[in-house]
């Protein structure tokens, strides 16, 4: 058994386990060593994923330790409820959260992103999502317009409860992203956010168009 799923198979152990589990009582259940056992165990203290607690001991000696999995807040319910406080209609909601994915993308723009020739649109794209853990499935590019599909996402429960406010922070990374690329470039392409309804959740397909100003530039 591979180090990895030795270590998957430890934290499946003690998330099914109703009390603290020892390192011995792993040990015996997937046939490893106690002391790989307790390896894999610490990990997981040092992840956050469980903590250790004493228990009682068999007899005379120290007390055992014990794990447990660290149960994690509904903090993606929290975030929801907040979120649809600022806005009272999905399209104020969507206008907020532009400027909020224009801050997000701020924070995270490559220092190197603009350069004395104009930057190619899908590499400054490509560029900013990746970096903020979007995973880009697919690139059209046809008569100076760009369509950029996205896979899974870090707006996973957004775009399914909230889909507005995924669409506006995608657009407001794009916007951003642009725009420190080459003030040009910013007037030459409007960024469209739309759901890929036939693909999955948090599917998205972003569309750089040509406006009227990338034909001036051209010209």
């Not at 903020?132 to 499935?137: E, Y």
Request: charged share 20%; hydrophobic share 45%; aromatic share 2%.
């Amino acid at each position: 058994m591979s180090g990895a799923r030795q270590r998957d198979r430890v934290r499946s152990l003690v998330a099914e386990a109703q009390t603290p589990i020892d390192a011995q009582s792993i040990a015996s259940a997937l046939d490893i060593h106690v002391t790989t056992a307790r390896f894999h165990l610490n990990n997981l203290v040092d992840e956050g994923a469980a903590v250790a607690v004493a228990l009682p001991p068999d007899g005379v000696g120290r007390p055992r330790m014990g794990y447990r999995i660290v149960v994690a807040p509904p903090i993606d319910d929290l975030l929801i409820m907040l979120i649809t406080r600022l806005g009272d209609t999905p399209e104020a909601r969507e206008r907020l959260a532009v400027e909020v994915g224009r801050g997000w993308a701020a924070k995270h723009l490559p220092a190197e992103l603009s350069g004395p020739t104009l930057p190619d649109p899908v590499v400054i794209a490509e560029t900013i999502l990746t970096r903020l853990g979007f995973r880009i499935t697919g690139v059209v590019s046809a008569f100076g317009d760009h369509e950029i599909t996205l896979g899974g996402c870090p707006l996973q429960e957004l775009e399914h409860e909230l889909p507005e406010v995924a669409r506006g922070v995608v657009r407001g990374i794009l916007e951003e992203a642009l725009a420190e690329g080459s003030a040009a470039l910013q007037s030459s392409y409007a960024v469209l956010v739309r759901p890929d309804a036939a693909a999955g959740a948090c599917e998205l397909r972003l569309t750089l168009a040509r406006t009227a100003g990338a034909d001036a530039l051209a010209d």
